[in-house]
């Protein structure tokens, strides 16, 4: 496979790489890369099957994880990282923690724990939308959001779900992969049960305040796989808590990374 697309943020090797969620782009996390400063040069990854990386057929964990650390092995040049992942880039992010530990200094996991859930957290029902556009038909991004509307009530989802909507032409088309990731849609919404050995490195685990994704019961097996695992909460952060809380994930960050470099 070639390289995974990326946006560099700052000059010289990545202290950072960012991972996104699903139906998601290296993109969403500008606003936090940002944040952080020259001083923390970092690189935004679009995973597999999503935004301008390549198409795979194979969603595993495991697999995504050695294909993002074939990724930054070719970046780092020897180097480690500390890789942030929100959402499925979170399990991706574990998943690369405990099967290449050499790679990493540090771990953040935002707003996902290692678990199953059926029904994809709802994800199925934004795949078979997407996929039932009738893209021949679009005449604009706005006659896109209202023929998703009746779906997708909540129109900063439909803003976040929209920007995989590609103009080529005098037509569209979806960056991601759907018919891959719907198929697989139990496979991008479970969890491994056996994947590497634990990591004892240090690891930040957010969780938005308003999310229903990570609950106390989580907390075993996370420990579990992460003993030196920190849980912090954003308040008036749902799910897409980078996007709800930027100041606060960009300083909870920040203050990681300086831990983590001491």
Wanted: no cysteine; aromatic share 8%; proline share 8%.
């Amino acid at each position: 496979m070639t390289a995974l697309f990326a946006l560099p943020q700052g000059s010289g090797t990545p202290r950072v790489a960012f991972l996104h969620g699903l139906l998601g782009q290296g993109k969403n996390w500008a606003t936090i890369a940002k944040g952080l400063g020259d001083r923390v040069p970092s690189v935004l990854l679009d995973l597999p099957n999503h935004g301008r990386s390549p198409w795979v057929g194979d969603v595993s964990y495991p697999h995504y994880a050695d294909l993002v650390a074939a990724d930054l092995r070719a970046r780092l040049a020897g180097q480690r990282v500390t890789l942030v992942g929100h959402s499925m880039g979170g399990k991706v992010a574990m998943a690369l923690a405990l099967r290449h530990a050499d790679l990493l200094d540090g771990l953040v996991v935002v707003d996902i724990p290692p678990d199953r859930s059926a029904g994809g957290y709802g994800f199925a029902t934004y795949l078979d939308a997407l996929a039932a556009m009738p893209l021949d038909r679009l005449t604009s991004r706005g006659d896109a959001d209202r023929r998703l509307a009746p779906t997708v009530a909540d129109p900063g989802v439909r803003a976040f779900l929209l920007q995989n909507l590609h103009r080529e032409g005098h037509g569209w088309r979806w960056l991601p992969n759907l018919a891959v990731l719907r198929r697989n849609i139990d496979a991008v919404s479970g969890w491994p049960e056996v994947i590497g050995r634990p990591w004892p490195g240090p690891v930040l685990w957010v969780r938005g305040a308003e999310s229903p994704y990570v609950r106390d019961e989580h907390r075993p097996a996370m420990r579990s796989l992460f003993p030196a695992v920190r849980l912090v909460t954003i308040k008036n952060a749902s799910h897409w808590v980078h996007a709800d809380a930027p100041e606060a994930v960009t300083a909870t960050l920040a203050a990681f990374l300086t831990a983590v470099s001491r």
